[in-house]
């Protein structure tokens, strides 16, 4: 029986070995993406990279941050971990906006110098991930955080690279119910997959092996 076992162990830490390592080359912090998306913003991270040489990098934070926190600051953290020319993103869905109405949710987006900040239009990308974020549908506020990041990051990664006159193919289109359903089916695609692993194989198996 202990031999039945070992196979499925090693599948389970197949899975959570790159969660464990944050193994992601621009996601700095991840609090709020699941592996779907971080691997999206690879795939997207690395073409640009290459193409442009501009490194775009995610941070995610369920940091509580006070009214006027300076994200620049907070973002001074995370330099060892950038290579120049880079463009942070920031998602702080916790952090305060209003006092009074205790609005929470900023984005912030950082530059490595004022150049790379001609590249790119700050209101485009952040209404790319609000317009999903607060949009009216039947996903979780957690799904549509992730989808939100992943588009606003696909739009800062274009707005780079059309500044420069080159094209990217793992970008999203600025197309937000198109986004949801290709996430959605990768999500899907992922959960049907987990359940297959850990619920219905060992059943299966066990009925056979009786």
Do not use: C, H
């Amino acid at each position: 029986m202990l031999d039945l076992f070992k196979p499925r162990k090693a599948i389970l830490l197949a899975f959570l070995l790159p969660l464990l390592l944050n193994a992601s080359p621009f996601v700095l912090k991840d609090d709020t993406l699941k592996p779907q998306a971080i691997e999206l913003i690879d795939k997207m991270g690395n073409e640009l990279l290459s193409k442009t040489g501009v490194n775009a990098y995610v941070l995610t934070t369920n940091e509580a941050f006070p009214l006027r926190f300076n994200l620049v600051e907070y973002a001074k953290k995370y330099e060892a971990q950038m290579n120049a020319p880079y463009v942070l993103y920031i998602f702080a869905p916790k952090a305060l906006i209003t006092q009074k109405s205790e609005i929470t949710g900023r984005v912030g987006i950082i530059p490595s110098s004022d150049e790379l900040k001609k590249l790119y239009d700050y209101s485009a990308i952040r209404d790319a991930g609000l317009d999903v974020i607060t949009v009216k549908d039947k996903n979780s506020i957690e799904d549509k955080q992730n989808i939100g990041v992943v588009q606003a990051y696909s739009e800062l990664a274009d707005n780079i690279a059309n500044a420069k006159d080159i094209e990217l193919s793992t970008t999203f289109p600025n197309d937000t119910q198109n986004v949801i359903t290709f996430l959605e089916v990768i999500v899907g695609t992922g959960l049907l997959l987990v359940t297959w692993i850990y619920l219905i194989r060992p059943i299966v198996m066990r009925r056979r092996d009786d």
